[in-house]
């Protein structure tokens, strides 16, 4: 398994009593840029999103470095979905790059449409992102997404991850976890919310395309969430990122929390964070300070049925599900080491 | 230049003179030829700076149509049938954005049972999307009428089809002057849009809009095509100048002033209508043949006008609307209803069943009579689905005829070589 190259910054404290990673200790290159007046807010204050939102938290993250990256020549195309909704209610925008809604199952295509464009327009400096949510992409647009990645496509496909179909109304979605409650796994009968052995990795099917670049992050270390956009920039050709985003309304979990549960979700291997090139991984995120599975599950009300001693073997299965990812991706290197 | 070429190939050459920046292709017969030849002359270096697209899907087709058009790149693909069906939520997207997106339907029937001839079912399903439908009689106006349609697509800001008979005219080898670029370049000037995403000047698109506007929305789409009614006659006058050719305009009319019988319809069955109709009117019939090319918009007016002597009208298409009958004879019938005189609906050519001189012939001679059942299905074999009625009237359980009537078929047809 490889490990994070020397060069890249291995953070060492969270700030006292949080799960923040302060500037401070960063490196230059790695901190945020919050609080820059160069910042593009490329998707600015005023939009419709729930408070805490993971998603919009992500995509402004994400959708201004792939900017700067780009020295502002960036065009965006986004799936339907709330990232789509909650930012552009007619005559309203909160986008502040020239950005294109057109369906839900069809951004990555729409990228590679405007990709092509511009290469016959001899403007290969402008560069292509593509977004969308979990459903958008790993579901409906699965198709498109991987005529994408086969085809090489310049474009950077961003999936915004918050695992159900959100803007909807919290129906389930190939990235919705097991056991999880949505509106279409009710907590009813003997086996309350998702099913057990469903769903899958996209991260690993985009790897499996050979793409340059695939990663996951999380809007729980924004610099490093940064970081991985501007190195996807760095390419030319197809690239996929998956960002985890809570979704405080769907999951039922504290809009305060949305940091925290995230945090959480890495930290006890229920998100792995890595990192692959033309197929191959090349890194990933060790865990610091591994947590209990239950600790995560229970900020969400999404999860409190596992709890009741007759759904253990639902807890047992998430449980798992964090072992297999420590184990697949070598999420705690001293401890193998150590064993 | 005139060359004895493939329908296919002539309007890929055709489409390739219009300079095209992106070109989304995905096979489906009877379509694919057109893009197997502009991928080649894209190769070859034939066709400036375009990009050729291998797409996963008709829906990846028309999505990355969508995407190329939204930022300014002159835009081409083309389907029939199931790809029709399978892009069509984005067949409704391109419209609604106003993105002048050309497309050649090579028609054909969607099934099942699953059917690769032709008939006009695919582009009649995208009927109310908003898009420009032209139909066109031979390859020499398929040639011209995608020359045509870039510059009408680009005028009123709508996509545009091009309905062309599946193998009948995608597969025929004819005669065709194809367009030639230095009068291509005259008469379609370089794509520029009103907007489009650039960074210099930040745009959103496909934003939501709620019932305080999208009445407006839709409207503005329909008036948009009503321009096209104006816009269409004044393309086609200025084509022929430049290329001495008639192709194109909203209607054709063969004979049809003063007759008391005028036949309307589209497509290459004209061809076929206008041999029948001369022989008629040798023995002596008063019968006229009128083409529509613009199905959509429909030339209401320009039809009434055309046919306000007739005393009777035939429609014959090669589509159906289950469950109510003709659909072109619909709209016919709407155009004319200030006139009170009978418009018979027939239905014919579906799934590619031939349509021949004799058998429309036929038919005729039972119009003229009005003897024409409402609607009449052309060439149907009644005894064949009398038996399977027959068959089903014990079975009470749901199920498909397909099968059964083929078995039918081919025990008459082993029955009849056995007689012989
Ligand atoms: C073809 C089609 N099917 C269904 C929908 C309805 N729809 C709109 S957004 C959405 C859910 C979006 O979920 P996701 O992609 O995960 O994004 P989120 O809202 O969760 O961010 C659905 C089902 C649609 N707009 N188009
Ligand atoms: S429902 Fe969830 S994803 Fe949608 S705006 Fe609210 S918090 Fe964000
Ligand atoms: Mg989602």
């Not at chain 2, 397909?402 to 007689?419: H, K, P």
Request: charged share 20%.
């Amino acid at each position: 398994m490889t490990q994070l190259p020397e060069s890249e910054q291995r953070v060492k404290f969270y700030q006292t009593g949080t799960f923040t990673v302060g500037n401070r200790l960063l490196d230059e290159a790695q901190r945020s840029v919050q609080a820059s007046v160069e910042r593009a807010n490329s998707l600015d204050s005023g939009h419709r999103a729930c408070q805490g939102c993971g998603e919009a938290l992500g995509a402004r993250y994400v959708v201004d470095a792939a900017l700067r990256a780009a020295d502002d020549q960036l065009i965006a195309a986004n799936a339907t979905g709330c990232l789509e909704v909650f930012t552009t209610p007619y005559p309203e925008s909160a986008w502040r790059l020239p950005w294109i809604h057109s369906l839900f199952g069809n951004a990555p295509a729409v990228g590679a449409g405007i990709a092509a464009a511009l290469r016959a327009r001899g403007r290969e400096d402008v560069r292509v992102i593509a977004q969308g949510g979990d459903g958008g992409t790993t579901d409906i647009g699965m198709g498109c997404l991987s005529g994408v990645f086969e085809r090489d496509d310049d474009v950077l496909y961003v999936c915004y991850n918050n695992q159900a179909y959100m803007n909807t109304g919290v129906q389930r979605s190939s990235q919705t976890p097991p056991a999880a409650r949505t509106a279409t796994t009710t907590i009813a009968g003997s086996a309350p919310g998702n099913g057990l052995n469903s769903g899958k990795s996209v991260p690993l099917i985009a790897m499996a395309h050979g793409i340059p670049y695939v990663a996951t992050a999380s809007v729980d270390d924004l610099h490093d969430l940064e970081s991985k956009v501007v190195k996807a920039m760095g390419f030319r050709g197809a690239r996929y990122l998956e960002v985890f985003v809570p979704c405080p309304l769907g999951w039922g979990s504290r809009p305060a929390d949305t940091i925290k549960v995230a945090r959480l979700a890495t930290q006890s291997g229920m998100f792995p964070l890595i990192e692959a090139e033309y197929g191959e991984l090349t890194a990933v995120t060790p865990i610091r300070d591994r947590r209990p599975v239950e600790d995560y599950l229970k900020l969400q009300r999404r999860f409190a049925h596992v709890f009741a001693p007759e759904n253990v073997h639902q807890l047992e299965a998430l449980r798992e599900i964090a072992e297999r990812n420590i184990r697949r991706f070598n999420l705690l290197p001293d401890e193998e080491a150590s064993s | 230049m005139l060359q004895q070429i493939e329908g296919s190939a002539a309007v890929a050459q055709a489409v390739a003179t219009c300079r095209p920046e992106v070109i989304a292709a995905y096979p489906i017969t009877p379509q694919t030829h057109i893009v197997e030849g502009l991928g080649d002359m894209v190769k070859r270096g034939l066709v400036g700076n375009c990009e050729f697209l291998n797409v996963e899907s008709e829906f990846g087709a028309m999505s990355v149509c969508i995407g190329s058009s939204a930022t300014g790149a002159r835009t081409y693909t083309a389907t029939s049938s199931q790809g029709m069906l399978f892009m069509m939520e984005a067949v409704y997207n391109a419209s609604g954005m106003g993105l002048p997106i050309v497309m050649t339907v090579g028609n054909r029937a969607i099934g099942p049972p699953i059917n690769i001839w032709n008939d006009w079912s695919d582009s009649m399903a995208a009927r109310d999307a908003a898009w420009i439908q032209l139909f066109v009689e031979d390859n020499q106006q398929a040639a011209d009428v995608h020359v045509q349609a870039f510059r009408l697509a680009e005028a009123v800001s709508l996509p545009v089809m091009v309905c062309m008979d599946g193998f009948i005219l995608t597969h025929a080898y004819t005669r065709v002057d194809v367009p030639e670029q230095g009068q291509v370049d005259r008469f379609l000037p370089a794509f520029e849009p009103r907007q489009l995403l650039d960074p210099a000047a930040p745009i959103t698109m496909g934003a939501m809009v709620g019932p305080e506007a999208f009445a407006e929305v839709r409207f503005l789409a329909h008036y948009k095509q009503l321009e096209a009614l104006d816009l269409i006659p004044r393309h086609a006058a200025e084509f022929e100048t430049i290329f001495g050719r008639d192709s194109g305009g909203l209607l054709k009319s063969f004979d049809a002033a003063d007759k008391d019988t005028v036949v309307v319809s589209m497509g290459s069955v004209i061809g076929t209508l206008k041999s029948v109709l001369a022989d008629m009117r040798q023995d002596g019939s008063s019968i006229g043949l009128l083409s529509i090319r613009s199905y959509r918009p429909f030339p209401k007016q320009q039809l009434s006008d055309a046919l306000a002597k007739a005393k009777r009208v035939i429609v014959f298409e090669k589509c159906l609307a289950v469950g109510m009958g003709g659909i072109l004879a619909a709209d016919v019938r709407m155009a004319l209803a200030n006139l009170s005189i009978p418009i018979y609906s027939v239905i014919g050519g579906l799934g590619g069943r031939p349509i021949t001189q004799e058998n429309l012939r036929r038919m005729l001679d039972k119009g003229v009579q009005d003897q024409l059942e409402e609607p009449h299905f052309h060439d149907l074999n009644v005894e064949v689905v009398h038996r399977e009625l027959e068959r089903l009237r014990d079975i009470q359980r749901p199920g498909s005829s397909a099968e059964s009537i083929l078995r039918d078929i081919a025990g008459a047809d082993a029955a009849a070589r056995g007689s012989r």
